[in-house]
C-alpha cells in the first residue's frame, strides 16, 4: 500500500522526444505505403483469376488510386532535424534510411539541449 505523504510532490510527464515521434510517423507512412502496394497486387492477381470485366477494372483502377494517394504521402514525409523532405526523388527510393539532405539516421534521438544559465 502506498501512503499518501504530503510533502512528495508528483513527477512531471515527461514529454516524447520530437525526432522519435517524427520517426514513428515515417514508420507508419510506410507501412501504410507497402500495404496499399500489397493490396493493388493481390487484388491484379485476384481480378486476373476472376476476369476482366468492367468492374474488375473499376477496383484495379481504385486500388491505383489508392496506392498513388498512400505513396505521395508518404513521400510528404519532412526530416526531423533539417525540415526537408526525407527522399529527393526516384533514385533515392521510399526506403532509404537516412535523409538524403543532411543525412540523419532513422531512429536518431534529438540532440540534447544546453541547460540554461544559472
Request: proline share 9%; glycine share 10%; charged share 20%.
Given at each position: 500500500?502506498?501512503?499518501e505523504d504530503p510533502n512528495?510532490?508528483?513527477m512531471?510527464?515527461?514529454e516524447p522526444d520530437p525526432y522519435l515521434v517524427a520517426w514513428a510517423d515515417?514508420?507508419?507512412?510506410r507501412r501504410a505505403m507497402l500495404l496499399s502496394l500489397g493490396a493493388y497486387l493481390l487484388g491484379?492477381?485476384?481480378a486476373l483469376a476472376i476476369g476482366?470485366?468492367?468492374?474488375?477494372?473499376?477496383?484495379?483502377?481504385?486500388?491505383?488510386?489508392?496506392?498513388?494517394?498512400?505513396?505521395?504521402?508518404?513521400?510528404r514525409f519532412r526530416c526531423p532535424l533539417c525540415g526537408e523532405?526525407?527522399?529527393?526523388?526516384?533514385?533515392?527510393?521510399?526506403?532509404?534510411?537516412?535523409?538524403?539532405?543532411c543525412r540523419?539516421?532513422?531512429?536518431?534521438?534529438?540532440?540534447?539541449?544546453p541547460a540554461p544559465p544559472p
Open positions: 500500500m502506498v501512503s512528495r510532490a508528483p512531471p510527464a515527461a515515417l514508420r507508419q507512412r491484379g492477381l485476384a476482366r470485366g468492367p468492374a474488375t477494372r473499376l477496383v484495379l483502377l481504385v486500388l491505383c488510386g489508392v496506392c498513388l494517394v498512400v505513396t505521395a504521402w508518404a513521400r523532405r526525407f527522399s529527393r526523388g526516384r533514385r533515392d527510393g521510399l526506403l532509404n534510411r537516412w535523409c538524403a539532405h540523419i539516421g532513422i531512429g536518431t534521438p534529438s540532440p540534447p539541449h
